[in-house]
């Protein structure tokens, strides 16, 4: 990496965004962030983050012709993350359309890019979640998020397959990621976030019933993965550099919600107090009742620190938002 280079991020002012950019930060290596530009200001959490020179995330293409920086990574991460959103036109602007402008855009000016696919690609999970790639055209996601990030993903490898493709570039499947700097997501936070608020305010817990025969109340099960542990697969990326293709993301261990809101009660020193509820009509048939990524393919590139267990990851949020003011 050229002294002079940097590292382009974009969603830089969201939740992985910002922590990623922070990692940066205390590695000593610069950075450009992109996101909209009120969003660096607004969010209390992310106010000590040195961001380096902020972008537009709607002006980025015509800065970029403009500025011509020297780059050594792309990091794209920005995306419209709403797994609720059923406005189609925008999640094709903003996880599509943008995303292959800056795929091409890697491509000519030959910059490795890494970019933020989903698990929720993998739809209920009927055809399970391997992250061989010749698997990916089979998968169902189950709302119109999940499916512009398969668009992505197939389309990504269609142009690696027509020659048109950056040096070096992958793309991760994340799955339920956690920790310090999601409250600006509001009701697309971590269930860690929601239990944490829910039991400060009133010392119980709603957890979603389970509306699926042979799965309990609360044992709906989920690849839960620390954002560390995610900024830390980033850079490996960068750093290696894996020199392409899709990977999840996850620790590889599904656990239970209960296992969850059980360890924020624990590191808060309260007694489990859970009801469940419904889970809203509108989201029921698409909700996910158990995702685990398969891990090998990462694990063969050469990523083979552990992951931060559950309730390590949790008291280490836990700790964090009291620490922080609200």
Wanted: positive net charge; proline residues 4%.
């Amino acid at each position: 990496m050229n002294k002079n280079d940097r590292i382009l991020v974009t969603g830089a002012a969201g939740f992985i965004g910002a922590c990623f950019v922070e990692s940066c930060g205390k590695r000593k290596l610069s950075v450009i962030s992109v996101d909209e530009l009120s969003c660096f200001d607004s969010r209390p959490e992310h106010r000590k983050i040195d961001f380096g020179e902020k972008v537009d995330r709607r002006r980025l293409l015509e800065w970029l012709q403009r500025e011509k920086p020297s780059l050594s990574h792309i990091v794209h991460l920005g995306a419209r993350t709403d797994t609720t959103d059923m406005n189609r036109a925008l999640l094709k602007e903003a996880n599509l359309d943008y995303s292959q402008a800056l795929w091409n855009y890697a491509t000519e000016r030959r910059i490795p890019f890494v970019y933020a696919s989903s698990a929720a690609t993998y739809g209920d999970g009927s055809e399970g979640y391997d992250d061989d790639e010749s698997l990916i055209p089979r998968l169902k996601p189950l709302n119109p998020y999940g499916e512009s990030k398969q668009q992505f993903d197939l389309w990504a490898l269609a142009e690696e397959r027509k020659g048109q493709f950056p040096p070096a570039w992958s793309g991760f499947k994340f799955f339920n990621v956690y920790g310090f700097g999601e409250r600006h997501k509001g009701k697309m936070a971590s269930v860690v976030l929601h239990a944490y608020d829910q039991i400060r305010e009133k010392g119980r817990v709603k957890l979603f019933k389970s509306h699926k025969t042979g799965i309990a109340d609360g044992q709906q099960k989920r690849d839960f993965i620390y954002v560390g542990d995610v900024v830390e697969a980033l850079h490996f990326a960068c750093q290696k550099p894996i020199s392409r293709g899709l990977f999840n993301l996850g620790t590889g261990q599904a656990r239970t919600f209960l296992d969850l809101v059980r360890a924020v009660f624990h590191e808060m020193g309260k007694p489990a107090q859970i009801d469940f509820i419904d889970t809203p009509v509108e989201i029921r048939e698409r909700y996910q009742y158990f995702t685990q990524a398969r891990m090998d393919r990462l694990r063969l590139e050469g990523l083979t620190a552990p992951f931060t267990s559950l309730e390590t990851g949790v008291s280490l949020y836990v700790k964090d938002l009291s620490a922080s003011p609200r």
